[in-house]
C-alpha cells in the first residue's frame, strides 16, 4: 500500500514563500504523474501543478511564474516550491500519485491522495 506524506505548509504574510515536500513510500514500479491540487475555503478542489514520469510539468494558470514543482522520481519525492504568495493561495494542499504497481505477474494502474496540509497567506 502505498501512502503520501506531505510536509511544509504554514501561515505565511502576502508576498512570503514556503516549500512542500510529498514523500511516497510503498511499492511503486513506476510514476506516470505526480502533483499538487489544493481546495480553499468553500471553493472545488483544483490541480496546482503536475509533473509526468519523464519531467513534463503543467501549471496552473494563476500560479505560474510563481510556483516551481520538482520531482525525484529516485526517491519518490515531490516538491512545490511557491514563491510571491497570494492571500489567494490560501488553502489545504494535497500530493497525488498515479503510478504502476505490481501484484505477481500483472501491473496495475494506481492513484493515492495525500492527507493534506495547511496553507494560509495572511494579507
Known amino acids: 500500500q502505498v501512502q503520501l506524506v506531505e510536509s511544509g505548509g504554514g501561515l505565511v504574510p502576502a508576498g512570503g514563500s514556503l516549500r512542500l515536500s510529498c514523500a511516497a513510500s510503498g511499492s511503486i514500479v513506476s510514476i506516470n504523474v505526480m502533483g499538487w491540487y489544493r481546495q480553499g475555503p468553500g471553493k472545488q478542489r483544483e490541480l496546482v501543478a503536475d509533473?509526468?514520469?519523464?519531467?513534463?510539468?503543467k501549471y496552473a494558470d494563476s500560479v505560474k511564474g510563481r510556483f516551481t514543482i520538482s520531482s525525484d522520481n529516485a526517491k519518490n519525492m515531490l516538491t512545490l516550491q511557491m514563491n510571491s504568495l497570494k492571500p489567494e493561495d490560501t488553502g489545504v494542499y494535497y500530493c497525488y500519485l498515479d503510478y504502476e504497481g505490481r501484484i505477481g505477474e500483472f501491473y496495475t494502474e494506481y492513484e493515492v491522495w495525500g492527507q493534506g496540509t495547511q496553507v494560509t497567506v495572511s494579507s
Open positions: 509533473v509526468t514520469g519523464d519531467g513534463s510539468a
